[in-house]
């Protein structure tokens, strides 16, 4: 068994960037703690802004044939991943595993390994997995 242990990350696509993360900042008073264009996806440009210990990734598709670029295309703006931390990460393969639910293991944005979860078994949302 594994236990998720905090919400780390909530993503959220956009093809306005800036308009974007103003309307949260003046709504509701969000800090920016990083910006940039994404290391493991440099067609990916993200606002990460503060809430408590969690972040809102504000992402926009930064060069043509990104990901993100497909996703708002069929789908438009909106929820765009969960990143969940959990107390042990080869546990929560494993015990996904067993369930069926097909975890894919990767280094994930900050070089450690990260497992992404197949979207089409969590009702569309793509939620990627990061060790404490």
Do not use: W
């Amino acid at each position: 068994m594994f236990r998720v242990t905090d919400l780390k990350i909530v993503s959220i696509a956009t093809p306005h960037l800036d308009d974007a993360v103003a309307t949260f900042r003046k709504n509701f008073g969000f800090p920016i703690q990083r910006a940039g264009v994404e290391a493991d996806d440099p067609k990916t440009r993200s606002v990460f802004l503060g809430v408590g210990p969690a972040e809102i990734e504000m992402a926009t598709p930064s060069a043509e044939g990104s990901p993100l670029s497909s996703f708002l295309a069929e789908r438009g703006a909106g929820l765009y991943q969960l990143v969940l931390e959990v107390e042990d990460l080869e546990a929560a393969h494993a015990a996904l595993s067993e369930r069926g639910v097909e975890v894919t293991l990767k280094p994930g944005v900050d070089g450690k390994p990260a497992g992404q979860l197949n979207p089409t078994q969590t009702h569309g949302v793509r939620i990627t997995l990061v060790g404490r």
